[in-house]
């Protein structure tokens, strides 16, 4: 059983809609990702939180918009998206510093833009 | 040149056998090294550091080549479970990370 949650596990959504992910991790760690990955390829990460700190944005459409409302939470805005934003994403936490230490991955959202 | 490089397979081997994977890295800067098990549609899961002086577990052997810039996992005694994607996670200084592409192994009975 994994110890990060994240819900939904599936969503549907049309290219005009505003809708969250979220993530939940309750192993005390201070550092949280978000990746995306598409069908066959490898995850891509996108955004890492240290310290409830936003850390890393590796060059993310604005249409995607992280916050960390808290040490075990991580939410992920979706607004506008297309497509192509079709993918599995996935959370992962670790404990700091972020380029040391293993990571932990929840089940992902296996999110569907219409 | 990809920072990280895999062997995509897939590797086809019979229950009970060895078979090893490696992953090769381009920069020398790289700092950290995993190995994850990613089953389909599933998330991935972490199977292992790799460490400098190598480390085991079980049927599962990491091991860590500086000078060739490599890693490489040895998985003895094959079961049918272990038939999944193998990915290697490379990182470098200031958190830049790196996913190999995966590698697939069929365990067949």
């Known amino acids: 059983d994994t110890e990060v949650t994240q819900t939904p596990k599936h969503l549907v959504m049309g290219m005009t809609n505003k809708k969250s992910l979220k993530c939940e991790q309750h192993m005390g760690h201070r550092a949280m990702y978000w990746y995306k990955q598409k069908a066959k390829k490898p995850p891509e990460l996108m955004f890492v939180y240290s310290y409830e700190k936003l850390s890393i944005n590796e060059s993310v459409p604005s249409r995607f918009s992280p916050e960390c409302p808290n040490s075990s939470l991580l939410n992920l805005h979706l607004h506008a998206l297309q497509p192509e934003d079709s993918a599995l994403y996935l959370c992962a936490s670790s404990q700091p510093p972020t380029g040391v230490n293993e990571q932990f991955f929840g089940p992902g959202t296996r999110l569907t833009v219409l | 040149r990809k920072e990280v490089e895999q062997d995509p397979g897939p590797f086809n081997v019979p229950e009970g056998a060895t078979v090893a994977f490696n992953c090769t890295y381009s920069n020398s800067a790289s700092q950290s090294f995993f190995w994850y098990r990613q089953d389909c549609r599933k998330e991935p899961k972490l199977l292992m550091s790799?460490?400098?002086s190598g480390n085991e577990d079980g049927r599962f052997t990491a091991q860590l080549n500086r000078a060739s810039q490599y890693i490489s996992l040895l998985i003895r005694d094959s079961k049918l479970s272990d038939s999944a994607t193998y990915l290697c996670v490379v990182i470098l200084r200031f958190n830049k990370f790196y996913f190999g592409s995966g590698t697939k192994l069929n365990v067949k009975p």
């Open positions: 790799v460490y400098s």
